[in-house]
């Protein structure tokens, strides 16, 4: 097939069968996924579906990067449980929408760009986590409504599904080896569906969830009071929704770019977003955020443009308006074994080879945040207890490094050149670094190689040089930044700083 030009996107050549194809298979993989958790949440089942169609078409079209695939996503839903319970349908329709304007004010502020404070071994664990997340969400499919629940299929039924899943997964693996020419996850539910179709097999299908037969999303403006009560009220699970879904959508954008080489744009991906929740919000969307699972399937059949995206959201809506009866035939093991080979994909099988060789630090990063995501099936607070967790890290081995060389020259002054940063955290090594008590009566303290990072380190600065005070002894601080100077001047107002060239001082900046 003859490349041509993206029509969104004028600087990449994409291939438009590629594309279709992607597309394509991707509406197969976000149709069950978003009627279940629009189930799980006590919505309408179309709200999943009309969701998939807004959120995929609006960021497809103008989100911060090719490939990426939106939808209505677990993470997002799970926040407005509660909501739903408490307060019904209407509000979460206008938390959705608000959630959408604090996304797109981020955006605006340009603070998507704090994406880059997580650390690579939270990337890990939280990559990890959803791809066993992933995993276990598809061992539902081998259950059934029963007396007392549900219940695990036995018998014929158990081995009909299993064998339908491992049919899938083989023409994953094998049909790249093939051929390349169409994807091969498509294919595996086009294989599955003829099979069950032809043959009349007995087994679980899209049906069995949910209908996906309905109309276009009608429009529809939230039956809530405009009072200052009602924002207070929504307020909270559109801020957690908004922040789930931006971090799980800037932790995606960042996976794109390093499966990719190439770079998005984070900052126009949450003003995508917030677009595409606030139309969720008047157009009866259950809101949403990009999908890695189904951006991953979407990079393995091979799109690296906009049209995959834009393709998966028309095909939802087509189905909804047209194409439900052959949709809700396709069997659910097709789905699952797709699903299941997406999240063998989407874990880091590198980490397990290489945590022997990895800072001990480092492997309980990736272990923490991982079971958080599993545990809690909270990515975003999953990502913010391994950012935080690695903050620690860094602040007590940043506290180690500091360190003084001493020495006294031929005047007799003693000198003590201070290396690494005084914070902190590391105050207490630094008072333990000078000898007071034995020191001659003038000393410098040399910052050329250090910085005074906060009013910690501005205490502990005042505790040593009131020590040589009292024993009548002159400290020098020598090579300053103009910062250091600055915070230390200001925090005269707040404790006592011995920063003057008076001799009652006993103490003397040189900036030289």
Not at 134 to 147: K, N, V, Y
Not at 170 to 193: D, E
Not at 297 to 307: H, I, K
Not at 309 to 314: F, K, N, P, R, Y
Request: charge should be neutral; aromatic fraction near 8%; hydrophobic fraction near 55%.
């Amino acid at each position: 097939m003859k490349k041509v030009f993206n029509l969104f996107d004028l600087s990449q050549k994409v291939n438009f069968k590629t594309e279709v194809l992607a597309g394509l298979t991707v509406a197969m993989t976000m149709i069950p996924e978003s009627l279940s958790f629009a189930i799980l949440a006590g919505f309408p089942p179309l709200m999943g579906l009309y969701a998939a169609f807004i959120a995929g078409l609006v960021t497809a079209i103008f989100g911060g990067r090719p490939g990426m695939i939106s939808g209505g996503a677990g993470a997002t839903v799970i926040v407005l449980i509660a909501l739903m319970k408490s307060n019904g349908l209407e509000y979460v329709l206008a938390a959705v929408a608000l959630a959408g304007v604090i996304q797109i004010l981020i955006g605006a502020f340009k603070l998507g760009k704090f994406i880059r404070l997580v650390p690579h071994p939270v990337m890990f664990g939280f990559v990890n986590g959803l791809a066993i997340i992933i995993f276990m969400s598809q061992l539902d499919q081998f259950q059934t409504p029963g007396d007392g629940g549900m219940a695990w299929l036995t018998g014929t039924p158990m081995l009909i599904m299993a064998g339908l899943v491992a049919l899938t997964i083989v023409i994953v693996v094998l049909l790249p080896k093939i051929t390349k020419a169409v994807p091969s996850s498509l294919v595996a539910i086009i294989v599955v569906f003829l099979l069950v179709y032809f043959l009349k097999i007995d087994t679980k299908t899209v049906k069995d969830i949910a209908s996906v037969s309905g109309g276009f999303p009608p429009f529809h403006i939230p039956d809530i009071p405009i009072t200052w009560e009602a924002l207070i009220l929504i307020a909270p699970y559109s801020m957690i929704m908004a922040a789930v879904g931006l971090t799980e959508g800037l932790l995606t954008l960042n996976l794109v770019d390093e499966i990719t080489e190439t770079k998005g744009e984070g900052n126009k991906e949450c003003i995508a977003q917030g677009s595409s929740n606030i139309l969720n919000g008047f157009f009866f969307g259950m809101g949403g955020c990009p999908m890695i699972a189904q951006t991953l399937v979407n990079l393995s059949a091979g799109s690296r443009a906009r049209l995959s995206g834009i393709i998966a959201s028309l095909t939802i809506l087509a189905i909804v308006l047209f194409g439900a009866p052959i949709i809700e035939e396709v069997p659910m093991a097709a789905l699952v074994g797709v699903m299941i080979m997406v999240a063998v994909g989407t874990f880091e099988w590198a980490t397990l080879r290489i945590f022997n060789k990895m800072p001990k630090n480092d492997v309980f990063l990736v272990i923490i945040v991982a079971a958080i995501t599993v545990i809690l099936h909270n990515l975003a607070l999953a990502v913010l207890i391994g950012v935080v967790i690695s903050a620690l890290f860094f602040a007590w081995e940043s506290a180690k490094r500091i360190r003084a060389k001493k020495y006294v020259d031929e005047d007799g002054v003693k000198h003590y050149e201070i290396y690494g940063p005084l914070f902190f955290a590391s105050t207490t090594v630094f008072t333990e670094k000078f000898d007071v008590a034995n020191d001659p009566s003038e000393v410098i303290i040399d910052f050329r190689e250090s910085r005074i990072s906060d009013m910690s380190a501005i205490e502990a600065l005042n505790v040593v040089t009131n020590r040589y005070h009292k024993l009548g002894k002159k400290v020098h601080l020598r090579h300053l930044s103009k910062d250091c100077i600055v915070l230390l001047k200001n925090a005269e107002a707040i404790i006592h700083v011995n920063i003057m060239d008076d001799p009652t001082y006993k103490l003397a900046v040189d900036k030289s």
